[in-house]
């Protein structure tokens, strides 16, 4: 039997996924999606996980595809592929847990693409990110040239993808691509400790704030405000949103308990 390529582990209300694949700088390939996809919906619908954090370990978060597995492929294939194989990065984005990754080293390609599908990214110092596709004559094809260039603008996205050049966690931070940028000695702890900041607030108003952010995005202002009132509104009907008033009216920490009634 194959040694696992994801590392699974779970801390309280906290899921990690850590991909193991360090001889192959955790390049994506068949075996590896299908792991993190299964490990993504084994929590998808678990209410006692209220947050989750990726990454790829100290030295490397996910240096992209796996060129071996690309070369021979027709048209046809590629696009079988893409329809056909686990898409980790739809699978991290859809679910309504809030989403942390942390990346250290090459977060290139489809590495880079998965990292995009978190909610918020943090990166060490040591981070170095791009879309290299252009240089082997191709392009993204895991929804980089749409994350990216909702990330950080239009102009930026074509920049990097059209040029296929790498840039370090302080341009990533400077562009919006990334929320922060810490020591590698300290991504670990600093992700968790977001994650856990996450998995402490009011589990359905932070599920309905993503929903309505990642749905509102694409939609004109009037249909996006429409929403928002509309999950404003729900919140009212959760024990959280009670506990959460009552508690900023007697000057006291709130205690979150995600009870539906």
Same mark, same amino acid.
């Given at each position: 039997m194959?040694e *696992?390529m994801?590392?699974? *582990?779970r801390?309280d209300?906290?899921f990690i ?11 994506l390939n ?8 299964q490990?993504?919906d084994s929590?998808?619908h678990?209410q006692s996980?209220?947050?989750v954090?990726i990454w790829?370990?100290?030295q490397v978060f996910?240096a ?10 027709t048209p046809m294939e590629?696009?079988?592929?893409i329809?056909?194989a686990?898409d980790?990065?739809?699978a991290?984005?859809?679910?309504r847990q809030?989403?942390v ?17 978190a909610?918020?990214?943090?990166a060490?110092?040591?981070a170095i990110?791009g879309q290299?596709e252009i240089n082997?004559?191709l392009i993204?094809g895991?929804?980089g040239?749409q994350r ?9 996205a ?5 040029l ?9 931070l400077?562009?919006?691509?990334v929320?922060?940028?810490?020591a590698?000695e ?12 996450l ?5 359905w108003? *932070?599920r309905l704030a993503?929903l309505?952010?990642?749905?509102g995005?694409?939609?004109?202002? *009037?249909q996006?405000v429409?929403?928002e ?5 729900a ?5 959280d949103q ?8 007697e000057?006291r920490?709130?205690?979150?308990t995600g009870?539906?009634?």
């Amino acid at each position: 039997m194959s040694e *696992s390529m994801i590392v699974a *582990s779970r801390e309280d209300d906290i899921f990690i996924i850590q991909l193991n694949r360090p001889q192959k700088f955790n390049a994506l390939n068949n075996e590896i999606r299908t792991e993190i996809v299964q490990a993504i919906d084994s929590i998808r619908h678990d209410q006692s996980v209220r947050a989750v954090l990726i990454w790829g370990g100290n030295q490397v978060f996910a240096a992209g595809a796996d060129i071996e597995e690309m070369l021979a492929r027709t048209p046809m294939e590629a696009m079988r592929q893409i329809n056909d194989a686990p898409d980790i990065t739809e699978a991290l984005a859809s679910l309504r847990q809030p989403t942390v990754a942390a990346i250290a080293g090459l977060a290139l390609g489809g590495g880079l693409e998965f990292a995009m599908a978190a909610d918020i990214r943090i990166a060490a110092s040591s981070a170095i990110l791009g879309q290299p596709e252009i240089n082997v004559g191709l392009i993204p094809g895991g929804g980089g040239t749409q994350r990216l260039s909702r990330l950080v603008g239009l102009s930026k996205a074509k920049e990097m993808i059209l040029l296929g050049e790498r840039i370090d966690a302080f341009e990533a931070l400077r562009i919006g691509l990334v929320n922060k940028v810490v020591a590698p000695e300290d991504l670990l702890n600093e992700a968790k400790s977001l994650a856990r900041r996450l998995a402490a607030k009011p589990m359905w108003a *932070s599920r309905l704030a993503k929903l309505v952010i990642d749905r509102g995005y694409d939609a004109d202002i *009037s249909q996006g405000v429409t929403m928002e009132l509309l999950a404003f509104s729900a919140a009212f009907g959760t024990p959280d949103q009670r506990e959460g008033a009552r508690a900023f009216m007697e000057k006291r920490q709130a205690e979150f308990t995600g009870a539906t009634r």
